[in-house]
């Protein structure tokens, strides 16, 4: 696919939906248009975090292997979000297992393309910088209400 | 005590006397969630969505919970449970032609005609989506008469789901966008997984003409909130339903008091500028 149509692709995602036209052309140089089947791995936990995807359509689930209990997921992702940041941190090594769901169409963004980019151009590398910022803010706050079990019994829940 | 000896007709005009009621039947949501439903007499049970009974266990005691059923059905009106203390647990254990004692309807409402010709965003976490249902159905008796309906609704897991064949139904048969999460899951879940707030990713409100219903846990309703704030939904347009110890129900004993309110009577349904200032503080 070419610059041109990536582009086109990435204005309609709401993760640089208003990225100057300059930093645009810069990100779609690293960027490719992927598809995963239903049940395959888009990230596996441990390896090397070496790009990061905007998601198109499709649901992909975040997972902690619990050893002999399986898989816990504990977050989903959809269209319109973003999927991974340890692209952008040192050692540059995934967390998460991460498992399509269902079909899942994404922008796949190398990592190793981007923090060059980022390194070159620091007006770019700030921009991405305060894009997945609040990104993780989000995330961080959403994990936080997750982690006080809202709906357990000992929740401070509706009296009843 | 025989419960069945107290004179319906007497008690209802006294707040603080139960009557007697038979229980129809209980059905299990969830392995700890119950919808007990009543044979109640329609004359003295009319309802709107939003309010509550006092229910009372002979010799256990009495605890508030929030009507779940159709407010046009009011011989049949059904209290979704959770079972988490010695008078839900009593509930828990009766069954058909157990009488219990009844008082109510209680409290304030969720208003629905200022909903007319507007969008509906319902945002529900856990057992707060059975207060909300009886909005629902209200909403669905005159469906043309409202926009969009969207019913954002979060669990702990899909096993604490509530009323999961309705939920297919309201998409089906009444044209409710339905989206739903759960806090964890393994993957035979195929649903969204995150905080009820994430659910918002993937609904474009239009936030001017929107009304928004949000019971839950306080915490998740304060979420909730900040989110609904973010997305421009105005807050006089916003209405919550609090909880809290509630005993007399008619706002004699203080029990339920919140800052100059008490939950019971001026409550559980507010519009949020009403109660905005006290969700700040923390000994409230």
């Known amino acids: ?160 | 005590m025989n419960l069945q000896v107290l004179d319906n007709q007497r008690v209802a005009a006294d707040p603080m006397l139960p009557r007697a009621v038979p229980i129809r039947r209980i059905t299990w949501e969830t392995d700890d969630t119950f919808t007990l439903f009543l044979d109640l007499d329609g004359s003295t049970s009319q309802f709107k969505p939003g309010q509550f009974n006092m229910l009372y266990v002979p010799g256990v005691g009495e605890a508030a919970i929030s009507i779940s059923s159709d407010p046009t059905k009011p011989r049949a009106v059904a209290h979704t449970i959770h079972r988490v203390g010695t008078v839900t647990t009593a509930l828990a254990q009766m069954k058909h032609g157990d009488f219990i004692g009844v008082r109510g309807p209680f409290g304030s409402s969720w208003p629905i005609d200022e909903a007319r010709s507007k969008d509906v965003c319902i945002v529900a976490g856990g057992i707060g989506l059975a207060p909300l249902r009886p909005l629902l159905y209200s909403l669905f008796h005159h469906r043309n008469e409202y926009g969009r309906i969207v019913l954002l609704y979060g669990a702990r897991s899909p096993l604490d789901l509530l009323y999961r064949v309705e939920l297919e139904e309201w998409v089906d048969h009444h044209n409710v966008e339905v989206l739903v999460t759960v806090d964890r899951s393994d993957s035979s879940w195929k649903g969204h997984i995150g905080v009820v707030t994430n659910l918002f990713t993937y609904v474009k409100l239009d936030a001017r003409a929107t009304l928004a219903y949000v019971c839950g846990p306080e915490t998740m309703m304060k979420f909730t909130l900040a989110e609904l704030d973010r997305r421009g939904v105005p807050q006089e347009q916003t209405y919550l339903s609090m909880e809290r110890n509630m005993k007399c129900a008619i706002g004699f004993c203080g029990h339920c008091q919140y800052g100059p309110y008490f939950i019971c009577k001026d409550g559980p349904v507010f519009r949020l500028p009403q109660v905005q200032h006290l969700l700040e503080k923390k000994e409230l």
């Open chain 1, 1 to 160: 696919m070419q610059t041109e149509d990536l582009s086109q692709l990435l204005r309609q995602h709401p993760f640089v939906a208003d990225l100057s036209d300059q930093h645009m052309h810069v990100l779609a140089g690293c960027a490719s248009n992927v598809r995963f089947d239903d049940t395959s791995y888009l990230i596996r936990e441990g390896e090397l975090a070496d790009k990061f995807f905007l998601l198109r359509s499709g649901r992909v689930a975040l997972e902690i292997d619990m050893n002999e209990r399986g898989p816990l997921r504990i977050q989903t992702v959809g269209p319109g979000e973003v999927l991974g940041w340890s692209w952008l941190i040192y050692p540059f090594r995934w967390h998460f297992n991460a498992c399509a769901v269902t079909d899942v169409r994404v922008i796949a963004l190398d990592g190793k393309c981007l923090r060059t980019k980022c390194e070159n151009d620091h007006d770019f590398g700030y921009e991405m910088l305060k894009r997945l910022s609040h990104v993780m803010e989000r995330r961080l706050e959403a994990t936080r209400m997750q982690l006080l079990d809202v709906y357990g019994s000992n929740s401070g829940a509706p009296v009843q």
